[in-house]
Structures are given as structure tokens and as C-alpha cells.
């Protein structure tokens, strides 16, 4: 079988030649940095939704009745989410570079999506994706210099399999005030470019869409930019924990009425969402929604998901159509991948077969690692191995 | 359904996984959505060929069929029933997909690379099928029809046995296991048999002797049953072969003690001979009568030599002993009302010898033993010593006692055994090249274990040694775990029926992969599996009804 990567081996070239390659070794780490990636992105897109301070349901959710019953909506009773979209990500660490006195990580990502189709009969078809292997450096101050970087670019094809990416430019997940280790901007610039496949999966399904072809996009709905299309929600299985509900009157001060999202969702019974709550000045209506009993489960905010709609016109989301989103996401909790994934209680089985469907695209690490070698006569003297820093979906 | 651009008749690909490699042995497939396939169907894929740019193809049977899903346990589909919840439907069905496991059959460009993943699988088709059994090495002349493999896509063809391994020189003999009551390896053997005959250069080379041991099933082969249905004719066309009923046969039945000049069977036929036994013709075969009878110490065993011994050379003390009641009653073993010690034997085991005589010839039997024979009541060795190539002898043993048929068969068995090793000087023409004898239970005559005996010895000599000698034995019998392993062991062609799950869990079916095993507990009635020594894998067949008169009159 030919090198797969054949497109990686003149930019390693250049590397080799223009740099200090010190390559990686010893056997792969797995990444620690958080403990669950998606909430920790949920953190970083959704930064304004801290405080949350008003409803985004028409007509308004009073204090009392923050919980409305969605009993589940099966498919065959009445067709309601046909597009699944997920992303996945796997990202290694090859090298330390050196260039005059700065030194930084040389890392690889194997980033994409897919959309899967529910047909009428239940199946699942992939309808289509995207994967890409992504080399990441940062440029400038803190990376590699214009000179090499512009002999780099000679190679960037926008068409082919490998892209070069600088992990020092800013996007929703790198704000410019963020500091940070180059190897996690890296991770979030590999993030970020999974994203964006997403965004181009949602494409795909332009046209399909409609009242009862709706779409599922595994996690938050705002990038750098509101996903605006229509017929969309998303759905994460895993979410901040630490914003605020400022509601009713005596909303702040002494006696405010304050709330955490631990105790709304406690209290959150099976099959009922909570009421729909805005972010982003109302441009997204977000709530949650209890897919499974709790005498099911561990923890009181297992089986939860939070559900975000994009409301572009900031118009607050009538209560029956945040009804019949939620009534058939909790038709959406059966089958569930018990056994293959450890948040199976929140999972959407179609999700998890297009995040399957992607991660089975993906190079091995055996043929990733294997195609990776860098020109030995120029590079650094040392093993060949290389480090795995991370994997995430 | 198949998809369609990679043509109508794809079934699927080819699958190696991390655990589940390909081997040159085995190799296994996905199927798409839709497509049929059951075990014992015959698929083929594309290989690589001899040299750069060519391709070969492999052929394999499919053993088993396994339908896996991403559920990683039971539980977890429990749990998405909605924690067993009967009555609500899964939103999504969980993805789930057929493998067929295939046993490699053969490469015709013997290749034997493990197949390669991805590679498309078709059904083989009927030129297929024959190189993937190794049917196109076989000379024309040397096929014999054995039944029709039809595979789920409706395809089929002849599965041909090579004549030389039925009837040697290379091997032969053939053994028919499978439970009783779907008719089956009757039919089966007399269709065989059938088969052997119309396809045979010379049919007048060869003779068969027949052993009815069931009601009168074979007692009419030489009439045309009634009209077969469409879909057995069409099978016998398929076959090559013409449905008809044996020609040239003779019925060799049993005397019956109660009406004297006509047969002990349960139906007489159109013309037939009878045969009764003496004492001057059962001397030479007392020690096959004696079988059943305990004999532990080997006392038995001796006395029977001699008495055997003294009788067939005529010696002074049996000079007068002519008849059963002579022996039993009079001198030398008889004298004065009581039993006599003769020689040296006891008296003890003479009065044994006597009292087992008494039994089996007098006073527990059907008919055949008589002390005077009449004109029209044949010796039946003798009959067999005059057997004629071009005939069929069937030899009717239903109504016959358990030890009557034991003595029956062996005298059969030693009487062709005999004929074919030494040719007697007084025919007049040549023993036929080959005799084909079938018998169904062995399992009474050559059964399991180490205790042998005469009769036991006579079927494994016959197993052993007939090919060489031209005898060739087709023998049947509900488990194939009951009969002696030398003499299953030496048929080279072995048709297996329906199978209980407890029969093929014995040694004896080692030769079948435990997927094959168990697809042998679910054959229909009239399916068999054919293991040949031409054949990698054993295939399955159907065969056509009989077309001689079954019914009973």
C-alpha cells in the first residue's frame, strides 16, 4: 500500500531543512489536561452564558413552572430528527522545533465529520463526510518564522488531505486574551477546524431540512458565528456546571432569587424539559431535557441534555415547538451505545454512529505513525516515536 | 438488496479483521442488506493470479451465517428497550450486520493467499461449483450423478462422486449415517446404486446384492412406482439419469416354516427363490450364528470350531449327524438323555453349545433352519456363488430374527469374499468385476467397540480389503457412533441425513468443522451431506424419489 501521506513528506522536508527538529519519544500519554473536553468547550463558546437572567420561552415560564412534561415522540408516530452531525479529533505531538531561540510543538490532528440520514425504516446511511490531517504550528513570535512559514504554504493545498494551520491565530476557541501552552491552542485549533467540517456536514443536508426533516448537531450551535440555519438543534451530552439563573424579580441583591443549573436539574423529572432559558441577548434559546428516569442512573445530572436553538431574530422559541424538540429527543434516547460509551445515558445513538463513522476514516496510529518520518540526515539525531498528547470527539 | 453497481449478483465483501484474520483456510464476509445466503452455499472471490495482472478465483463453502451488532451485551440492548420495556420501538435500529463464515474449498490456480479484505463475493455459479469441488478434474467417464446442489439463489448443479473412489482402485465403499423415519438412506443408496449402474461403461461388469431389512421396501425394485411428480422428474433429468426401476433382479427370500413352499416376507414377489438353511449348509457358518452368545471365557468359540470342523470334513464322529435334530440330539454330543462331554470339551460347554443350537434353530426361529431342505428350497450361498454381473439380488432378512439375519449377512458377506478371492473352477463365466453390497443397521453386525466377532470380523474384512477384490460395500445405519470405526473410517464417501446434536458430538465426526455439525442437526428431509474424498468440504444434496414401486401390496 503507497504512503497515504505522501502529501506530509516535502513539508517535513522543509522542516528538517530550515529547522532543529528534536522528534518526540517514548511511548503515548494520553491528554489530561480536562477531564471532559466538551464541557470545557462549552465553556469557552458559551463564556456569556455564565449568568443566565431571562426566559427565551413564549409565553414566559413562570418561577413555579420551570418544568414542562415532553413525553417521548416516537419516529414512527411522527418523523421529526432525520440529519445526525458529529465531529471527531485525534491529535499527536511529533516534535519540539527550534528555530533561532525559540522552540515550540510540531503537532498533527486528524480531524472530521460526518452526517448520518435516518431513512423512514429506521437505518442509518452515512450521507456524507469529511476528514482532514492537519499540521500544527504556531508562526510568529512564539513559532516558526515568516520566512520558512511562507515555504511551507507552497504546499497547502485547500483541496488536499493535509493543511497547514498557525494554532497562534485567535477563533472562538483561542480568544486573543487567552494565554496558554502551544500544545493546547493546537488541540484548540484542531477543535475549532472540526467545527468548521461540521458546519460544512450541515451543508450537506440544505434543502432536505424541514419542519419534519430536523437536524442534530452534536454540541453548542455558536462558533465564531451563530449556526444560522434552520431546522437545527444542538444537543450536548456534557456542559458547563457553573452558570447562574438570575430570575424573577428580586433577581440580584439581598434575597435574590438565584439558582445553580445543579439544583434546576435535580429537581428536572424524566421526560420533561426545563423551561427555555436566552443567551447571546436571545439569539439562542437553550434548555434541558431529562432523557432517562433517575433511579436509572449514578447522578442526579446524568441522562440530562442541553439543548441550544438558534434564534437568530432573538425571538423567544414557543413552548410547543421547545415541546416537540424535546418530546422527540427523548424518543431519540433508545438505542443507546450502553457499553461502548461511557456517557451512554446522554448519548444519541445516531451521534454515536456518525462519531463511529468518522473515527473509522481515521488513520491508525500504527499508519499514521508509520507514515511520519522525518528526513534522518537533518533532523536531530534521536528515536523515531512520536507522542500521542490527545484524543477527543 | 445487492447493490447494483457492483452487479446484480454480489453478495457482499470480504472481511479480515484484527482478531478474525483471513487464512488460506478460512475467511469470512459481510452481507449487504438484504441478500440470502445459507450455509453449504458455494461462493467465489477474485484472488490474486500467478502473475502480475492476472487474477484467479477461490472458491469456499459457507459454514455459518452470524448476525453481530455494536451492542456490547445483552444488557445493553435490554437497556435500549427502555430498561425491557416491550411495547416502545427503538427510535434508530441498532447497526447491526450479517458474516458469513466460509471454509476455503479450492483456487483453480492453486493459490491458496488468504483472501484479501473487500473483495466482492458472488455465489459460484454451476462451472463454479464443479472446479471448486475439484468435479472438473474428474474424468467423464468417472462421474457418477450423487444428488444436486442447489444453492439460495436458486442455482444448481450435479454434484458428481468419482467412481474410483466408490468401486476403487483409489479408494471406496460408502457409508449413509442419519436418523430413521425421513426415509432418507434407503432411498438414498438404492438412488446411488441406480446411478453406479446407468452410469457404469460396462453395467454387466457389475452385480449388486441387496439386503431388504425393513417391511417389504425392497421387495418391488423391478416395478415403475407410479407417476413421479414434476419436480422429481426434473430432478432425475437434471441428474442425467433416467428414472426408472431396476432391471434384472432376483429375490432371494426367506423359507417360512407355516406355509411351506412360500417365502417368510412381508410381501412376495412377482417371481423369486427361496432359501432355507440345513444343517450341511449352515456347518461352515455356525460361528455366525453363535454372535450373539455370550462367549467369555472362549469355550464357545472352541467348540464351535470343532464341531464346524467336523462336520464340513465330514469326520467320524458327525459322519451320521445330517440334520439339526441329529446334532442336537443324537451322538456325539447327545447321548442317553443327557448332554455328553466330547473330545475335549466339557459337558457343560457342550450342554451350553446345545441349549444356544436349541434356541437359535428350533425352538426361536423363523422358519429358515429345517432338517430337510425341498427341491425349491435353495442353499443361498450357492445362489450367491452363481451371481451373474448386469443382476441385482435383493435378499429379503425383514421377518428374520436378529441372529437369523447376523448368519444370513454373514454368509453373503463370506460367500462373495470367497468368490471373489479364489474363482471357482466351475462357472462358466467370470465373476463379475464388481459386487455392491448394501446393507442397512451395520451397526448390528460391525458395531462400536473392542469386542469383535465373526461377523464383525467378516464386514471389516470386507472394508478393509474389498476394494482391492472388487467388493464394495454401501452401508447404512442411524449413528455413525455405533458402528466400528475401521469400517466407517474406510468409506471414502460418507452421506450424512439429520443428525441429532448428542450423535455429533462423537469422535466419529471429527472430520466436520462444529459449525458443519450443527447445520447436520437441521437437514431436511431428503438432505444429505456428502463428504467425498474428492470434495475439501462436505456439500449438501437433494436427490430424486425413488421411481420403483414403494408402496406396500
Redesign the interface.
Known sequence: MPNPLAELTPVLEVLADNIDVLPAAGKAVEDYLHPDPEELEDTLINREMGEVTAFAETPTPSLTSLYRPTP?L???EQPFYRFFIDGSIRTYFLATGIEGNRSFPIELAQVGAAVIE?RP????RLLASKHKVLLLLPKGAKGISDAVWHQLEHFDRSDGLVELHDVSKTHALNREDQEGDLRNKAGAKARHRMHELEIEMIRATDGSRDAHNWLILDGAVKLDEFVESRYLVGVAKSFRKDPQFYLGRRSRGRGEDRRDVTAILAGLPHAHRTAAFSAYNGKVAFWYVRLREQR?LDYPLMGVVKVELPRPGGTPVEAELADLISRALV??????????DRR?HCHL??IF?AE?AIKNRFFSEDVLLGAIRWPQARAQAGPEGQENVGEGE | MPDETVGNSALGRTSATEREANTSDKFSFWLA?GVIVNPFDIVQVEQVGPAAGETSKTYGLVTILEHRT????H???F?????GELA????????GATVGRVNVLSNNRDIYMPVSNERLVHFADAAGIEEALGITEMPAADRVPAGLIKMSNGASTVAYLDRRYILGPESAHINISGISGLATKTSYAMFIIQSILQKAANPEKIAVIILNVKQADLLQIDKPGPSLPVEEMEKWEDLGLEPRPFKNVVYLLPASSEHPGRPNSFLEPDGYHLFAYDLDAAADKLDLLFTNVSDPTGTMDAIIGDIMQGIVNNEGDFKNVHSWSQLLNGPPLFKDGQSKGWGDHHRSSVGKFRRNLRRLVKTRQSGIFMDARAKNQKVLADEVRKIKGGYTYVVDIAKLYDDEQTLVFGDLLRTVYELKAEEPEDRSEPVPEKIIFFVDELNKYAPGGARTSPITEQVLDIAERGRSLGVILISAQQFMSAVHNRVTGNAATKILGRTGAAEVAQPDYRFLDDELKMSMTRLGKGELLISHAVYRQPVKIIFPKPAYRQEQR
Open positions: 417521548p416516537p419516529r414512527i435516518r425504516d429506521g437505518n442509518l436509572e424518543a431519540e434516547r433508545n438505542v443507546t451505545p450502553y457499553g461502548r451512554w445513538y445516531p454512529m463511529q | 442488506p455494536d451492542a456490547a451485551s444488557l445493553a440492548n437497556i435500549s428497550n427502555n430498561f416502545a420501538e427503538p427510535n434508530t435500529l441498532r447497526q
